[in-house]
């Protein structure tokens, strides 16, 4: 009969796991556990457990002078702070172990994420949607129809379509409807790494494996264990990188960078590109071999000008979230700029007509919205929808980088407001009080938002 | 010690370590350290209550150049990166540890300064 390593099986359980001996100090953890905090195994044994774990209640405890006896069977709600500055909500269930003679050796604390959508009843009870994504167009309603049947299914999916039609949304939906979904969700842009530095984001690194790599890595793979990892523009993936994750999907074992030892990873792959990488395939530019494993299940995202009917239902959606977000009565849009909305073309589809909203609410202070509240060059291009190509041809679509359809008709609010702050902090000579003086804004608002927006000053 | 002016550190408290929390802590002591990194003066401060935004205050009204800490929150992090104010955290060590440390100006994020940490529950 097969043994099975003790370790493999803690690894194989959907929670994290966490055994402590009598004083507190840590004697092992899984790497769920591991995945969630930030902290290898190796560099936890032996240290104190609320220094590993660092959950407010163990924190008050220790605190207060109690000693863990008091957490015995006990199981309550929680946050702690990872080891990248997160503070996520958990559930700490704490059991006795004792050895086969019942003495007492330590605790067992068990510890589920509870961070994430509330549940996915939740999140499939919107009226006309999947997640959070939504439409009422046939061509919708067809995606809609195939979504629970491919959820859960635990093969790859590809999922295609323009940029700005929300195929992020529907990835982490597909999960979310998932037996996947108590798992993590981890997504990578396989277009905004270079090569190596990609290669050991997805496989992780031993220490040593290259200049830099001053400790163990268990990368994307390992860290999406028993969940899915999300590979968003798989068509910019390398084609070396490519053959790497070919052999991932046929053995499931990942290989980290300088290691000759393999990890098994329970991990669904769900990929996405705006590519047409059937093309791309035949020009030689992506492994026919990994397009047929990827495309198992296949879902087109249709663009917002295939969807009929959805674009004053989405108008409509986005500007009642965004006037509650932002405390803005605003209680829809007058006839003429409806008008003008229908008849534009949307060319970053459902991203661009999120920020055309969002403009809106910023904009308009009375309770519709009218024409001057609108984007100038709704009305400098009057290009009808109707009039426009169904979609843009593949060959055209392949060749063209990620969001370049936005580029040069959209200037999001959040592009306004950074642009700003930029100018006013030029004209307060990087003084930021009088910077918040020329936005209006006060000073914390204006702190708040140099860090959203990334402004360096 | 590479430290060009005296630097003034605080460190959140959990016993004789670092906090494992910067949010939770309600004891931290304040270090005036000279350019060679000995220590000039100690002060212990006994807080009313656990809070991380009084911290981020305090930080600021005390002129502190360096807080040293086990878990902090991003936003916590960022504000006191932004006001000037080095931030070493996930740290977990003994306050003796950690000043021996800075004194060789060789404490990093991160850091597990192991033979010193005591025993905890």
Known sequence: ?457 | MAHLKPIKVLIPLLNDSVAPRFDLATDVVLVRLDAEGVPLERKLLILPQASAERLCQLVIAEAVTIVVCGGIEAEHFDYLTWKQVRVIDNVIGSVGSVLARLKLNQLECGDILREQTDADG
């Open chain 1, 1 to 457: 009969m097969k043994r099975i390593d003790p370790a493999a099986l803690l690894d194989a359980v959907a929670f994290g796991l966490l055994a402590v001996d009598s004083q507190g100090r840590v004697l092992a953890l899984n790497e769920r556990l591991a995945t969630l905090i930030g902290m290898s195994a190796d560099a936890a044994v032996g240290l104190p457990c609320v220094q590993v774990l660092r959950n407010r209640c163990g924190v008050q405890r220790c605190g207060a002078g109690e000693s863990l006896e008091s957490e015995e069977n006990t199981s309550r709600t929680d946050d702690l702070i990872t080891r990248d500055r997160r503070r996520i909500p958990v559930r700490i269930s704490v059991s006795l172990l004792a050895d086969p003679g019942g003495t007492r050796i330590g605790y067992l604390k068990t510890i589920e994420d509870l961070s994430g959508p509330e549940s996915a009843d939740q999140l499939l009870s919107t009226s006309y949607g999947f997640g959070s994504v939504i439409g009422r167009s046939p061509r919708m309603q067809r995606l809609f129809a195939m979504l629970p049947v491919v959820a859960q299914s635990d093969a790859s999916v590809l999922i295609t379509g323009e940029t700005g039609t929300g195929k992020d949304l529907l990835a982490e939906a597909i999960h979310q409807a998932s037996d996947r979904a108590k798992g993590p969700f981890v997504k990578i842009n396989c277009g905004a790494l270079p090569a190596t530095l990609l290669e050991s984001e997805l496989f992780g690194h031993k220490k040593g494996a290259f200049t830099g790599a001053v400790e163990d890595r268990p990368g994307r793979f390992r860290m999406a264990h028993q969940g899915t990892l999300y590979l968003t523009e798989i068509g910019d993936l390398p084609l070396a990188l490519q053959v790497k994750l070919l052999t991932f999907l046929d053995d499931k074992i990942v290989y980290p960078l300088g290691s000759t030892v393999g990890h098994p990873a329970d991990v669904r792959v769900v990929a996405a590109t705006h590519r047409d990488l059937g093309e791309m395939v035949r020009r030689g530019r992506f492994r026919e071999d990994l397009f047929y494993r990827l495309n198992v299940l296949r879902l087109e995202v249709p663009s917002l000008r295939e969807r009929e009917g959805d674009i004053p239902l989405l108008l409509d959606y986005f500007l009642k979230r965004l006037s509650a977000e932002l405390g803005r009565p605003i209680e829809g849009f007058a006839p003429r700029s409806l008008k003008i909305l229908l008849d534009y073309h949307y060319p970053g589809n459902v991203r661009e007509l999120k920020n055309i909203a969002e403009y809106c609410v910023h904009l308009c202070q009375e309770k519709r919205v009218q024409p001057a509240h609108l984007p100038a060059y709704l009305m400098e291009k009057p290009v009808s929808r109707q009039r426009t190509a169904p979609s843009l041809p593949a060959a055209a679509a392949a060749s063209r980088p990620a969001g370049a359809e936005n580029q040069t008709v959209i200037e999001a609010w959040s592009d306004i407001e950074a642009r700003l702050i930029r100018e006013a902090l030029v004209k307060a000579r990087g003084h930021r009080g009088r910077a918040a003086q020329i936005v209006g804004c006060a000073r914390s608002t204006l702190w708040r938002k140099i860090k959203q927006y990334g402004i360096e000053v």
